[in-house]
């Protein structure tokens, strides 16, 4: 005992004169720059072992100190202090193949949804097959601006409101690959002017104008300059006839011709579903359109209304704009002149006819009022209207039709009222709606 005592004694003041410690093999080889050095080729290093409630008991532990954490499975460090400890992850947690680990405000945890296989990312998906594979809904950043701004990279999508003013885009040169989708939203139909950088054009042009309300752009910068991807909401081709009714059916039509006038017409109304049986029969009322207006919605006769005037001649949305003047804020009376009437809602080789055309037909009655109107090779129908408050007034009661003619800043239309004899030609604002009948070129 005597001596195993004194050798034990020799060994500490040894390792205290040499501040360095080995265990393990060759013990007299120790590297100059460990203080403890483990040497093993079949062992290893085993840290004290417990869960996260005893670790968390541990009285005061010192910064650095260094468990094996059974409950996580991982070895963790004290990286606070003694009176404040925080033990973290040592130690990367397992995940599976590809996928990328997810830090919960404490640790790495391996439930992230984004993988990586050297190749492609995946968001949602373990198996990406293109560069980036999103699996699940994506968001996008919206602005909403009401002044004139130069945009960023805080900018995605770009909502313009209360115009009119530019909206100036970033270098091109510098943004390549860059999209921005820009959409006016003033209800006043305002301008919002997109400039591009300096010099650089879109799609040509130093500028591009969104005009309308709800009109869009898609634009990309290919590092020199921008271009249009895509473009909605924009100003409608006055040439393309719509043949869509209200309900989804389709219009069709078969001409008549009245021997006398020697005038070939439509032989329905503009959205009808049938020739008129009656004064009275709803499948044959059709459309109310507003003077001037494009077959855009507005003429559906349950539209909802909107008493924000337009600023163009298309005002891009399915409103009716009833007041006692005009839906447009200043007036515009060659939309409906002719077939080549800027507006027209007529197919291809018809158009609205002239006061007088329609007035024409009238004089060959054989009475002045909806049984006349009826009676007629163009059996028209009373079907109604909508006036400066925008409610429709009750289809049997009253029959109106469009004619091309302007008088005094009023539009003139045909005139019939049921049980009475007064059909004739009056005068009407272009906010009023009534029916529209074509006639061939």
Request: charged share 15%; glycine share 8%; with cysteine.
């Amino acid at each position: 005992m005597r001596i195993t005592f004194i050798l034990t004694i020799a060994l500490l003041i040894s390792m205290s004169a040499n501040a360095q410690v080995k265990v393990g093999n060759n013990p007299t080889i120790i590297n100059a720059s460990a203080a403890l050095e483990i040497e093993s080729t079949t062992k290893g290093f085993l840290l004290p072992r417990m869960t996260s409630t005893e670790r968390s008991a541990i009285s005061s532990p010192a910064t650095g100190l260094l468990i094996f954490n059974t409950t996580t499975s991982s070895i963790e460090v004290n990286v606070g202090t003694p009176s404040l400890p925080s033990w973290q992850m040592a130690t990367l947690p397992a995940g599976t193949s590809g996928q990328t680990l997810r830090h919960n405000g404490t640790n790495w945890i391996a439930n992230s949804n984004l993988f990586n296989n050297g190749t492609n990312v995946g968001i949602g998906t373990s198996t990406p097959a293109s560069t980036i594979d999103i699996q699940g809904s994506l968001g996008y950043k919206v602005n909403t601006i009401t002044a004139a701004t130069t945009l960023s990279q805080i900018h995605n999508v770009v909502l313009c409101n209360t115009g009119p003013y530019t909206v100036t885009l970033p270098a091109a040169s510098s943004n390549a690959g860059k999209v921005y989708y820009i959409k006016n939203i003033d209800a006043d139909g305002d301008d919002i002017t997109i400039d591009g950088n300096a010099s650089e054009t879109i799609d040509g042009a130093l500028t591009f104008l969104l005009d309308p309300y709800k009109h869009a752009t898609r634009i990309v910068s290919d590092g020199a300059n921008w271009h249009v991807l895509e473009e909605a909401g924009q100003i409608i081709n006055p040439s393309s006839f719509n043949q869509f009714n209200c309900d989804g059916s389709i219009f069709t039509w078969s001409d008549v011709t009245n021997s006398t006038t020697g005038k070939t017409w439509m032989d329905r109304n503009l959205g009808a579903k049938q020739v008129a049986t009656s004064s009275t029969d709803a499948n044959s009322y059709g459309d109310l359109y507003q003077w001037g207006r494009l077959k855009d919605g507005h003429q559906c006769r349950n539209s909802i209304t909107t008493s924000t005037l337009s600023k163009n001649d298309v005002p891009i949305h399915a409103k009716l704009i009833p007041n006692n003047s005009n839906w447009r804020s200043t007036s515009n009376f060659n939309l409906w002149q002719g077939i080549n009437g800027i507006n027209n809602p007529c197919p291809s080789g018809y158009r609205l006819p002239t006061e007088t055309e329609l007035n024409n037909e009238r004089l060959t009655w054989s009475n002045q009022d909806h049984q006349g109107a009826i009676a007629s090779v163009l059996k028209l129908p009373a079907a109604g209207k909508r006036e400066s408050d925008g409610v429709l007034y009750v289809a049997y009661y009253t029959g109106g039709y469009w004619s091309s003619t302007v008088s005094s800043g009023n539009t003139r239309y045909l005139s019939f009222y049921v049980g009475t004899n007064s059909a004739s030609m009056r005068n009407d604002p272009p906010s009023f709606a009534y029916s529209v009948r074509c006639i061939k070129d």
